[in-house]
């Protein structure tokens, strides 16, 4: 019997986009599959928050999250990254926080209801990590990854800038990329 792990509360909007060379979908296996790739998505964001639960800020604190994930093609990801970032060309993974302070121009963002306690009574929107399933196929052997361990490092990196994290220089990048590495672990 596979032991079961402490999980936060999560609503995962998971997509793989079927328009991507096929085998690239085949590379990815299970974690491209609409419904199993489903699952495992959220089986490991979900461990991940729950690691990260003690770390939080109080405006991050939440009995509930709720976030998407997008796998998609070079060309997509170059297009977000050009309208949201002025930079040309593809990235491996964009992340879109949905409680960024930066974001003076977007619409308000439906903060969650409270209960008597100052606690959540709804998942709180962390916003969406998109990775280009083409540049995690390039990159892997360049870290020394399979395909698998470079989408889930990815999306850890997604996930921690979601939740704050950012790195404006090589030490926060260290301990960016360090962190990850913790959630990468097994329990």
Do not use: Y
């Given at each position: 019997?596979?032991?079961?792990?402490?999980?936060?509360?999560?609503?995962?909007?998971?997509?793989?986009?079927?328009?991507?060379?096929?085998?690239l979908l085949h590379a990815a296996g299970a974690l491209a599959h609409p419904l199993?790739?489903?699952?495992?998505?959220?089986?490991?964001?979900?461990?991940?928050l729950h690691k990260l639960a003690g770390e939080l800020?109080?405006?991050l604190q939440a009995s509930g999250y709720s976030l998407g994930l997008s796998l998609?093609?070079?060309?997509?990801?170059?297009?977000?990254?050009n309208e949201w970032r002025d930079k040309s060309g593809p990235t491996d993974v964009l992340a879109f926080a949905a409680q960024d302070d930066g974001l003076d121009d977007a619409p308000p963002i439906p903060m969650p209801q409270l209960d008597e306690d100052g606690d959540t009574t709804e998942a709180l929107?962390?916003?969406?990590i998109v990775i280009s399933l083409e540049t995690a196929v390039r990159q892997a052997p360049e870290h020394g990854h399979d395909l698998r361990q470079e989408l889930l490092f990815?999306?850890?990196?997604?996930?921690?800038?979601?939740?704050?994290?950012?790195?404006?220089?090589?030490?926060?990048?260290?301990?960016?990329?360090?962190r990850q590495e913790q959630l990468l672990k097994q329990p």
């Open positions: 019997m596979e032991e079961q792990h402490p999980t936060a509360d999560l609503d995962l909007a998971f997509e793989a986009d079927d328009s991507l060379d096929p085998t199993e790739g489903a699952a495992i998505w959220h089986e490991r964001i979900s461990l991940w800020p109080s405006t998609v093609g070079d060309e997509e990801i170059a297009a977000l990254n929107e962390l916003g969406d990815l999306a850890t990196h997604g996930l921690l800038h979601l939740l704050g994290w950012d790195h404006p220089d090589d030490a926060s990048l260290a301990a960016m990329l360090a």
